[in-house]
Every structure is written in structure tokens, then in C-alpha cells.
């Protein structure tokens, strides 16, 4: 008899609808991030348009919590479904030839420009308050395309969806140079939406390395319920530093006058 992977059991959400739901829940939770108002009326907002999506699709909020929970432990599951939600959403914004936000601003950067998007793994990852799940690395290869004084510029965007707990996230960006020293930033990402990190000020110095770290802690809540961080659009921005052309001193200016006093008294 031929092995094969159990499915999904009938009585939560399957794949490819939690797939659909994820990314009207995405577009509902930027509609709300966008609108004016403070915090308290953002998160209402959010609510309300959660409601309107479950209702779009005919699930009920007990069946899109539970459903939840079944995939929350199984993290490989649904880190392929997130990965199909990030590339949706960056196919759409590309379509509409707009933005989904400020981070989609390098989304067609080629690698060889002066501002090119280099990051090499994966788009999106979902993190639980748990080992092995909860840290994701990452390390960049460097190649001919670095340049001295090169400048950095990490960005994700983060969903939480918890349901109890204190949400707090690290995320890490370090650059090693040719002269073994390192310049590291940390942000905490404690709430929805952008998070970034810039690393600039590397004078002359050949990059050597760079690698970091997105990592999810338990907080202040121990229990079981229900703690997922998604992080999406992550890229790592490259910038050159210009080139500042400094003309050579033509014959005779005073640049040569002086040289030539400089090796009249040598001689003398």
C-alpha cells in the first residue's frame, strides 16, 4: 500500500479557502491601518472589517478561530499558505501599479542598480512563541555587486494574531566589514504593520557579511492560547554611496606650485 499525507480534516478551514480568507484578511487590516483616527478607532476598525470578511466567505468566527488553532500547530502548513498570501498580495499591488505601503517602494529593484532589493530567502514566515518556530535567520551572500560603504535598509511587515499575551518580537540586522568589525541594529516590533532597520555609517570598509534574526518571545503570558506572528514583504535594500569626483589640479595650479617647493627644499 502507498503512503500517504493525511489531509486536512473536513471540520476546519482547507487550505486553499484559508488562503482566500488570509488575504481579504490582509487587505480588510490595511484598509483599517490607513484610515485617520487614533489607535482605540483603528482597532475597532479592524474588528469590523475582520467580521465583514468572515461573513464574505460564510465562516463564522468560531470556525476561523479554531481553524486557526489546528494550523497554529502545524507551522510548516501554514507557512506555505502565508508564502501564497505574500506573493498574492505583491502580484496585486504590481498589477494596480501602485504600493501596498512605503516598504513596496523597492519591490522591482533589480540587484545591479544603486538601490536594489538583495534579499535572498523566504518573502514570509510565520513564528509561534515556541522552539524551533519561534526565530527565523537569515544570511545574505555578498558578492561583486557590494560595494565599500554600502548602506542597508531591513524591512517587514508584521501580523500578530493573538489572543491573549504581550506581543513582542525582535528583529536583528548585522553587517560584518573586511576589518572584522560589526555594526549591529535591533528593533522591537511590538505592534502591526512596518517595522525597519538601517544600517549606514560603514565608512571605506568592504562588507564582509551580513545576517540577522527575526525572533518571538513568550511575553508575559505563559498559557496555550492562541499566539501567531506573521512577517511578509521582507526585503533587505541595498544602497551605493555615490561616488564624489574630485578633479585633479590642472598644470601649474598651486597644488603643483606647491609639490615643486616641497622638493626644492628636499633637495636643498
Not at 565599500?148 to 501580523?159: I, P, Q, R, S, Y
Request: a negative charge; hydrophobic letters at 35%.
Amino acid at each position: 500500500m502507498v503512503a500517504c499525507k493525511p489531509g486536512v480534516p473536513s471540520r476546519f478551514i482547507q487550505p486553499d479557502e484559508m488562503e482566500d480568507i488570509l488575504y481579504d484578511y490582509h487587505i480588510s487590516q490595511s484598509i483599517a491601518q490607513m484610515e485617520d483616527g487614533d489607535e482605540r478607532k483603528k482597532n475597532f476598525d479592524r474588528v469590523v472589517n475582520l467580521e465583514a470578511v468572515l461573513k464574505k466567505h460564510g465562516i463564522t468566527r468560531a470556525d476561523f478561530d479554531s481553524s486557526l488553532v489546528y494550523y497554529y500547530t502545524r507551522a510548516d502548513r501554514f507557512e506555505k499558505i502565508y508564502r501564497r498570501v505574500a506573493d498574492r498580495l505583491s502580484d496585486e499591488a504590481l498589477a494596480l501599479g501602485a504600493s501596498e505601503g512605503e516598504v513596496e517602494r523597492f519591490a522591482t529593484a533589480g540587484i545591479s542598480g544603486d538601490t536594489a532589493n538583495v534579499w535572498e530567502g523566504n518573502r514570509a514566515a510565520i513564528l509561534v512563541p515556541y522552539a524551533p518556530y519561534n526565530r527565523m535567520d537569515f544570511h545574505q551572500k555578498i558578492d561583486s555587486t557590494y560595494r565599500k560603504g554600502d548602506e542597508f535598509l531591513f524591512n517587514l511587515v508584521a501580523d500578530y494574531m493573538y489572543q491573549t499575551g504581550t506581543r513582542d518580537a525582535v528583529a536583528c540586522l548585522t553587517v560584518k566589514l573586511d576589518n572584522d568589525s560589526i555594526i549591529s541594529r535591533t528593533n522591537h516590533v511590538t505592534v502591526s504593520g512596518l517595522s525597519q532597520l538601517r544600517i549606514s555609517g560603514v565608512g571605506d570598509h568592504a562588507i564582509k557579511e551580513i545576517y540577522g534574526f527575526i525572533y518571538l518571545g513568550k511575553g508575559n503570558d505563559q498559557s496555550a492560547t492562541l499566539k501567531l506572528m506573521i512577517v511578509h514583504n521582507l526585503q533587505l535594500i541595498r544602497f551605493h554611496r555615490k561616488e564624489q569626483n574630485t578633479p585633479s589640479a590642472p598644470a601649474g595650479s598651486s597644488a603643483d606650485s606647491l609639490s615643486l617647493k616641497k622638493d626644492t627644499i628636499m633637495k636643498l
